[in-house]
């Protein structure tokens, strides 16, 4: 009957939680910003962290094969007892391009953090044109010494909500990134920082740009959602 009427069953797309507090954050936020004009992202740099694995995704992978072929090397995902070992990166892109990319080889706290934005931010800035107008745009960071550097440092910081990753165009970056180093084999952390820095050196200026211009159609998704997650 469900058929029927025109149902299928599907995976649920996995979304982050969202609660009510930070549900009106997001609205609010939206309702903010979602008139600013296209040219008015031009000068904002979007920064986040990521983690990347040596053998791919945490998550399910999917191969198209034929029946009695599942043990055939190309339809196999290879895998270490011990995970076989990750990175994690900072970031940052405006519509004029990428900036640095940092590797993070300690925990990342908020001495760790500002010694990220003392060596990076104000350089990838520069690189990119915008030093003396840029907006940064980055989840929050409450420390207050990371916050009094922002503030001698930054011409404007942009603060999004919490719990609300489809808010920072990064995170496609983040996604292509990974396809592309995914297109040869990569068998150790080396291999991995190395394939990482080639490809982040590729992405095209005409990428970030259609990133970052995508804010307006992000936020309107927000207030038509009601708050709650988009597709972004």
Known sequence: MLKKEG????VCRKKPYINEINRRRRLQFAREHVDKE??????????DESKFNVFGSDGQQYVWRKKNEELTKKNRLPIENHGGGNVML??????GGVGELVFIDKKMD???????????LIQSAESLGIKDSFKYYQDKHTAHNVRLWLLDNC????QTPAQSPDLNPIENLWEEL?????QTPITSKTVLKQRLTEEWKKISTQYT????????RCL???LSQKEYSTKY
């Not at 149902?7 to 599907?10: A, D, E, K, T």
């Not at 296209?38 to 920064?47: L, P, R, T």
């Not at 001495?111 to 060596?119: A, C, D, F």
Request: aromatic share 12%.
């Open 155 to 158: 011409p404007k910081v942009i």
């Open 110 to 120: 908020q001495h760790v953090y500002l010694n990220i934005m003392r060596s990076n």
């Open 90 to 95: 900072w970031g940052c892109m405006a519509t």
């Open 178 to 182: 990974n396809r592309k180093i995914r």
């Open 209 to 216: 740009q259609k990133l970052t211009r995508s804010m307006p």
């Open 7 to 10: 149902f299928n069953g599907r």
């Open 220 to 222: 309107r998704a927000v």
């Open 38 to 47: 296209k040219s008015w992202w031009d000068n904002v740099i979007f920064a």
